[in-house]
Nanobody, 124 residues
Framework: QVQLVESGGGLVQAGGSLRLSCAASGRTFRTYGMGWFRQAPGKEREFVAAINWSGGSMSYADSVKGRFTISRDNARNTVYLQMNSLKPEDTAVYYC?????????????????WGQGTQVTVSS
């Protein structure tokens, strides 16, 4: 497994941008598919974006397509989520997750490693 630590959350006005980072420990990071999920108050955790082990395949939730970009740097053991044109409905705790299959998947059940989460709040 990999251990994951998110950073970069905060308070931003609607229309603004944030970049989340997820630092991973462990030599197997470069073989893992990675993803971002989020959970808003009173709602279930939902898929945001995923990327495969090489960075060559990405997938996104419809609600963030065209606004969010997932990327990874295997040399730095880090995955990123660039979030632009933020909306109040993007407010949530964002979680980084790793899946040992290496694929880009939106299924939470495929992910075996989870970070503690970072809060993103978008004000209107």
């Amino acid at each position: 497994q990999v251990q994951l630590v998110e950073s970069g959350g905060g308070l931003v006005q609607a229309g603004g941008s944030l970049r989340l980072s997820c630092a991973a420990s462990g030599r197997t990071f470069r073989t893992y598919g990675m993803g971002w999920f989020r959970q808003a108050p009173g709602k279930e955790r939902e898929f945001v974006a995923a990327i495969n082990w090489s960075g060559g395949s990405m997938s996104y939730a419809d609600s963030v397509k065209g606004r969010f970009t997932i990327s990874r740097d295997n040399a730095r053991n880090t995955v990123y989520l660039q979030m632009n044109s933020l909306k109040p409905e993007d407010t949530a705790v964002y979680y980084c997750a790793g899946n040992p299959t290496g694929w880009s998947t939106s299924r939470a059940a495929d992910f075996s490693s989870w970070g503690q989460g970072t809060q993103v709040t978008v004000s209107s």
